[in-house]
């Protein structure tokens, strides 16, 4: 079963084409193949590879290497989704279970900011947030759709 419509391909096509100029990778932790988001995961990262050109590579990591790594990460359950700039930098962005539904389009978003290695927030929102002298953890809660 396709997890994006042909529209979804066509729009995501377009948004790597012209805006994803350098390769992101996709960490991919998970326990259970046959988890329902794990599968769902793997599903929709295998619909959005062909799509970018090669630019988006996806490593999958389960087992004692996967814990492994994934501690490394700070990934704290799975399946998870680990964002990582063209040199292997962590760009700290973390998706729990299947970005599905309105989690899609934030995924796509983080993709490109994560190549293009600048986010479009605004300078104002960029000096508040540099501002902030503490670790701060900001999770969002979805329940697929």
């Known amino acids: 079963m396709a997890m994006l419509s042909a529209a979804q391909r066509r729009q995501a096509k377009e948004l790597f084409a012209e805006h994803l100029p350098a390769p992101v ?35 999958a ?17 799975a399946p998870a989704l680990v964002l990582l700039d063209e ?21 796509l978003e983080d993709l490109i900011d994560v190549s293009r290695g600048a986010t479009r927030l605004s300078a104002p929102a960029r000096a508040l947030i540099r501002a902030i002298d503490a670790d701060v953890v900001i999770r969002v809660f979805s329940s697929p759709t």
Do not use: C, H, N, W
């Not at 960490?27 to 990262?45: N, Q, V």
């Not at 990591?61 to 359950?77: D, F, I, K, L, S």
């Not at 292997?88 to 970005?99: E, L, T």
């Open 25 to 59: 990778q996709v960490l991919f932790f998970y326990a259970d193949a046959y988890a329902p988001s794990t599968a769902a995961a793997r599903a929709l990262f295998d619909e959005l590879v062909p799509l970018s050109d090669g630019k988006i590579r996806v490593k």
């Open 61 to 77: 990591m389960t087992g004692p290497e996967g814990r492994a790594e994934a501690a490394r990460y700070r990934v704290e359950q």
């Open 87 to 107: 040199g292997g930098r962590d760009a700290r962005i973390r998706f729990y279970g299947a970005p599905l539904g309105y989690e899609l389009m934030v995924l």
